[in-house]
């Protein structure tokens, strides 16, 4: 059986991650799979393997340990009957890579890695505006922003040269309008 086929989404907190995952959902039929909502949901669920856990590290501010995030990622696979999926918001950091190494790499065919690059200005700008439009997410504000850009410089932007180094990355110019970000999306998924 062909191993499944993964492409990483990574680029800063309001880079268009979970907007441009949603395109490629509809157009090209792959299954988004968002580390950080699946998280959300098993620690939601009662009575879960690891729902107390991952309630513990939310709690203490602290990071869920990258085996299981791995575990909760290929169950979403195996349970999807799909083969084609991209993983969003992940790897973040160096411990995220090296699990996901141990965990994974053997199970699935990394296709690359999708490197949406995005200027801080236009980060925050969104996410400004995503916060003041209603979105639910505490961490719309300029504070944790601020924070939350000076964690994914320091510990995700590593993640992205490890992948440059291999020849993995497609970058894309992600300032720009969603339909013109989509449409060079369109032209590196067609072939696949």
């Known amino acids: ?11 800063g907190p ?20 968002s580390a ?11 009575g879960t ?15 869920v340990p990258v085996e299981v995030t791995c575990a909760l990622i290929e169950r979403a696979m195996n349970n999807s009957g799909k083969d084609k999926f991209l993983v969003d918001g992940f790897p973040r950091n160096k411990d995220n890579l090296e699990g996901w190494q141990r965990e994974m790499e053997k199970k699935v065919e990394l296709l690359f890695v999708l490197f949406l690059k995005c200027s801080e200005e236009v980060c925050i700008q969104r996410c400004l505006k995503r916060g003041a439009e209603g979105s639910g997410r505490s961490d719309d ?9 000076q964690t994914y410089n320091n510990a995700t932007m590593p993640i992205v040269e490890h992948y440059k180094e291999l020849n993995l990355v497609k970058t894309l110019d992600a300032d720009r309008t969603i339909p013109e970000v989509f449409d060079n999306i369109k032209e590196i998924f ?3």
């Open 36 to 46: 950080g909502d699946l998280l959300r949901e098993e620690r939601n669920k009662p």
């Open 1 to 11: 059986m062909a191993k499944p086929k993964v492409v990483f989404v990574l680029g």
């Open 49 to 63: 393997e690891y729902g107390e856990m991952i309630e513990t590290h939310i709690r203490n501010g602290t990071i």
């Open 141 to 149: 504000n300029l504070e944790s922003l601020k924070k939350r850009i």
């Open 14 to 33: 309001g880079a268009g991650k979970g907007t441009q995952c949603a395109n490629i959902v509809e157009e090209f039929g792959f299954v988004h799979l």
């Open 190 to 192: 067609k072939p696949l």
